[in-house]
């Protein structure tokens, strides 16, 4: 009877001290309040930025971004091809192409100088048959990669003495924005690549989306048309979204009718 009167005792003081504690932080509030002039909720939103001295890491924190990216990269290359190092342009280029196959929109930005040199040409056709968007804009622009309007990487800034590719990783989100809007002026002054680089574009589907209808017409599941075309189904997914859109149709079924009709089976 006795422990029975001591175990309530205890659980009674126990409550009361939870009690007590709760009062306190109620008590507080009048404080926390005070604090709004001190502290703005816009402050919540600065994120941090990082130096990246060396070439080999700056790639390393570009490829663990993008290998993540899910909705849009943004990419904005100034000067010639052959002033870049080969091995960094090799491996941007993997990262573009991979991250296309995974249905994430990409754009980039180059200048003229890139029309001339061949290696860049083939790579942008590759960018393009796999849905990405390429421009050029006649003019300087800053060096910039912006990921899921969430991660920007730009040059370093910082040094004269820089290491070359060594650069600055952002995730303010103010700054990544701000860079953002940057790349859309730029983007909507620059010329795309088939006209820029002199290619006529009378076709409704690029050579991505027809190699996909091809397949359909054939018979195969849009589950299947990803391996023939090197393209996750995800991305088949959304380029059937986009022609229908650009068609002005609803369904898929209304899409592979036209395409029967629109004498653009043949074309490359």
């Known amino acids: 009877m006795l422990q029975a009167v001591h175990g309530q005792q205890l659980a009674l003081q126990q409550v009361i001290h939870t009690l007590g504690q709760t009062l306190h932080s109620v008590g507080q509030i009048p404080v926390l309040q005070a604090l709004d002039t001190h502290y703005e909720p816009e402050l919540m939103y600065v994120g941090t930025s990082e130096v990246v001295p060396f070439g080999p890491l700056m790639n390393a924190r570009i490829g663990a971004v993008m290998a993540g990216a899910t909705t849009e990269v943004y990419s904005a290359q100034p000067g010639r091809p052959v002033d870049r190092d080969p091995e960094v342009q090799r ?23 890139v029309l001339t040199h061949e290696p860049t040409t ?97 018979g195969v599941t849009v589950q299947q048309v990803g391996p023939r075309v090197g393209l996750k189904e995800r991305a088949v997914q959304k380029h059937l979204a986009l022609l229908r859109d650009r068609l002005g149709f609803e369904t898929r079924d209304q899409v592979l009718v036209w395409w029967a009709r629109s004498g653009e089976y043949d074309t490359p």
Do not use: C
């Open 122 to 218: 083939a790579y942008v056709q590759k960018v393009l048959q796999a849905g990405g968007d390429v421009r050029i804009f006649d003019g300087e622009f800053p060096r910039m990669i912006i990921v899921d309007q969430q991660h920007l990487f730009v040059d370093n800034h910082l040094s004269a003495d820089a290491e070359r590719n060594s650069g600055g990783y952002v995730k303010d989100r103010l700054v990544v924005q701000w860079a953002r809007a940057q790349f859309d002026r730029y983007w909507k002054a620059a010329t795309p690549w088939r006209v820029a680089s002199g290619e006529e574009r009378k076709t409704v589907t690029t050579p991505i989306q027809r190699a996909i209808l091809r397949a359909l017409g054939e």
């Open 91 to 113: 491996v941007g280029q993997e990262r573009v192409l991979t991250t296309l196959s995974r249905g994430v929109p990409h754009r980039v930005l180059y200048q003229a100088a």
